[in-house]
């Protein structure tokens, strides 16, 4: 079992930067794959970033390649989103999941735990 607590949304300008932290509890968090996703109002839930692991392969949704980096630390059961030139279009509920099994996937019916999420917002 594996409970998921984000936190670091908030309120932005465009072109601002935002860094989410994903706090897991359990002694197996560098075990699973960690991903991030969102669900902005009337949409589906789309992938953002993944990591497996050992934090060595990361793999990112086309819309936030080369503006957004994921990271983890395994010793503090943490994994980041670092979110840079953010645009009014990333505006969403952002949540974090874990993955068994160590390797990570794009599909949000792949990961076994999410967290809450937490808001964030850009103004234009």
């Known amino acids: 079992q594996v409970q998921l607590v984000e936190s670091g949304g908030g309120l932005v300008q465009a072109g601002g930067s935002l860094r989410l932290t994903c706090a897991a509890s359990?002694?197996?968090?560098?075990?699973?794959?960690m991903g991030w996703f969102r669900q902005a109002p009337g949409k589906e839930r789309e992938f953002v970033a993944a990591?497996?692991?050992?934090?060595?392969?990361?793999n990112y949704a086309d819309s936030v390649k080369g503006r957004f980096t994921i990271s983890r630390d395994n010793a503090k059961n943490t994994v980041s989103l670092q979110m840079n030139s953010l645009k009014p279009e990333d505006t969403a509920v952002y949540y974090c999941?874990?993955?068994?099994?160590?390797?990570?996937?794009?599909?949000?019916?792949?990961?076994?735990?999410w967290g809450q999420g937490t808001q964030v917002t850009v103004s234009s």
């Open positions: 990591i497996i692991w050992s934090g060595r392969v990361t």
């Open positions: 999941a874990a993955r068994g099994g160590g390797y990570s996937a794009t599909l949000s019916t792949q990961y076994d735990y």
């Open positions: 359990g002694r197996t968090f560098s075990s699973y794959a």
